[in-house]
């Protein structure tokens, strides 16, 4: 079997009511993020209580994580763009390394 070749990046976790996911995931798009993946309908307990993963109302209720593997160059404009959101907003971001295989997924893709 062929060994898998890692290489190091950043995974960042960012935990928001999912009545802002268009603002993050816009934020870190505009940032140079390539991909992530969003989970809805978080449950846990934080400093404002017990969140339950059941949808309330609609989506906008509950919380969501968006997760995403990037470049340690990217650490920075993300988190500079959702400073001013988190002063005014709950939530949380989580940044931290990782490996991983098939690097080519979250390199830059030339323009055609």
Request: no cysteine; glycine share 8%.
């Amino acid at each position: 079997m062929n060994d898998l070749n890692l290489s190091p990046l950043k995974k960042v976790e960012i935990i928001l009511e999912g009545e802002h996911m268009e603002f993050a995931t816009d934020l870190l798009e505009r940032a140079g993020v390539k991909g992530y993946t969003i989970v809805n309908q978080l449950s846990g307990k934080g400093s404002h209580g017990f969140y339950e993963g059941h949808v309330m109302f609609n989506e906008d209720d509950v919380l969501i994580m968006i997760i995403s593997a990037v470049p340690e160059s990217l650490i920075e404009p993300i988190l500079e763009g959702f400073t001013p959101f988190f002063n005014k907003h709950s939530g949380v971001i989580f940044i931290s390394d990782i490996q991983v295989s098939r690097l080519v997924k979250f390199a830059s893709q030339p323009d055609s």
